[in-house]
């Protein structure tokens, strides 16, 4: 209802953060190609198999002197997994607490999402994955948000063995992918959802070149490998970027949307990390996944501030100049040196610089120590508590009750979704 929409505005508002000077504009007017990491885990940046990087290819993007890295991010998805990651990345909503909120709303709900922000700026606006598009909804909830073209699997010439689980592998899907996005007109905003490294971590003989952990635990060991191969596909989409030119005028944007071992495998999830055990500190940390924001002329560098994936829009969005006074956005630019560093998880846990909250535990962030609060300290809980509950509960509003119909903010032209349409090749 209109009195829903207004506690939103007013919690919005309340927590908009004024952008950072150094990076605001700094990336105006460039294409922006999002790279979709599926299932990658931070813990891989730098990590080593026998001696041998993982992700050689992704490491050295990461320390690039134009790249922002973040090394405090946090997927927050639930049950929707990698849509709930697409929800936020493109909308600054959560997904919900069950389900899939693209799955569920995308359909029918009005949306104020980065491809419609984008196209109303004179940007061309594509999605490529080399599955079907009926996947997460994905074919209806991309009218939904404004994009212009879906290249799903049809677009992509396909052999028997061009593909693996989901879906076409991530080489030869970043190979045919390039020759569309050779044809976009400028600027553009694409995002590129890859698919190998998912669960089972499957992959043909021909590509399996890289040691497996030795953890004993059948579901985590090939992950590094699929983790590899996706790190051997990016290398060669980068050198595609690079002699097309287009690395130089694209802000080039790479997450990861979840883990790729989850919280069942403890004991392999410490063997991984070199401990003994994991408890739930550790498995709270180990929910970080990679943000990498790289740009031509950009002042990178490895950035310690506390953030997830609800706050990427908000990001992008200042380093294009974008002005967004008055959209219904949950996160928080991550460069602005005002915002509150507080990662709200789905469930209702949190991380801060300074603590941890699983369940009814409190951890020191910093130490991973327990920590017996003081009243002080248990004053400070109540209310990250009561923020991050009450951010949850108003961005399901939004979504149940599909609040933005009744709101378009100034200079934004509500998305027809009768205006889009997308043709698939193959039948
Ligand atoms: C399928 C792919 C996988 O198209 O995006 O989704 P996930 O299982 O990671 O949510
Ligand atoms: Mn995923």
Not at 90 to 95: A, D, F, V
Not at 152 to 181: E, R, W
Not at 238 to 262: A, C
């Amino acid at each position: 209802s209109a009195s829903d929409l207004t506690s939103v505005k007013k919690f919005v508002n309340r927590n908009r953060v004024s952008p950072n000077v150094k990076y605001y504009g700094q990336a105006k007017g460039k294409n922006v190609i999002i790279i979709h990491l599926e299932s990658f885990q931070q813990f891989l940046i730098n990590y080593k198999v026998d001696g041998k990087e993982v992700t050689p290819n992704l490491n050295k993007f990461y320390k690039n002197k134009n790249t922002l890295s973040f090394d405090n991010f946090y997927n927050q998805v639930a049950q929707g997994k990698t849509s709930d990651a697409e929800m936020m990345l493109e909308n600054s909503l959560y997904g919900l607490p069950q389900g899939s909120a693209m799955t569920t709303y995308g359909t029918q709900n009005t949306f104020q999402a980065a491809p419609a922000i984008l196209s109303q700026k004179g940007y061309t606006t594509a999605a490529f994955h080399g599955d079907v598009p009926s996947f997460w909804n994905r074919d209806n909830t991309y009218k939904s948000w404004g994009y212009e073209y879906f290249f799903s699997s049809s677009y992509y010439k396909t052999k028997p063995d061009y593909s693996v689980g989901y879906g076409l592998k991530d080489k030869i899907f970043f190979k045919q992918a390039s020759q569309y996005l050779d044809q976009l007109p400028q600027p553009f905003y694409a995002k590129l959802i890859t698919l190998t490294n998912h669960y089972p971590y499957e992959l043909d003989k021909q590509n399996t070149d890289f040691p497996a952990t030795k953890t004993g635990d059948k579901t985590v060991d090939p992950y590094v490998q699929t983790a590899h191969y996706l790190d051997e596909a990016f290398g060669e989409f980068l050198t595609y970027l690079k002699t097309s030119g287009l690395y130089k005028n694209s802000v080039i944007m790479l997450y990861g949307d979840h883990y790729g071992i989850s919280d069942n495998h403890r004991a392999a999830i410490a063997h991984l990390l070199g401990k003994k055990s994991v408890n739930e500190y550790d498995l709270a940390q180990f929910q970080k996944v990679p943000l990498m924001i790289h740009s031509a002329g950009l002042k990178g560098g490895i950035d310690h501030t506390y953030g997830g994936e609800i706050d990427v829009l908000p990001t992008l969005m200042d380093l294009l100049g974008v002005k967004d006074n008055n959209t219904i956005q949950f996160g928080q630019d991550l460069l602005s040196n005002k915002r509150n560093q507080v990662v709200a998880f789905r469930d209702g846990d949190f991380v801060t610089p300074k603590y941890t909250k699983v369940g009814s535990t409190v951890y020191q962030t910093s130490t991973g120590k327990k920590l017996t609060l003081t009243s002080q300290q248990k004053k400070q809980i109540t209310k990250l508590q009561n923020y991050v509950t009450t951010e949850l509960s108003l961005s399901d509003r939004v979504i149940e009750g599909d609040l933005l119909r009744f709101y378009t903010p100034k200079g934004f032209t509500k998305v027809n979704k009768k205006d889009y349409n997308y043709k698939y090749i193959n039948g």
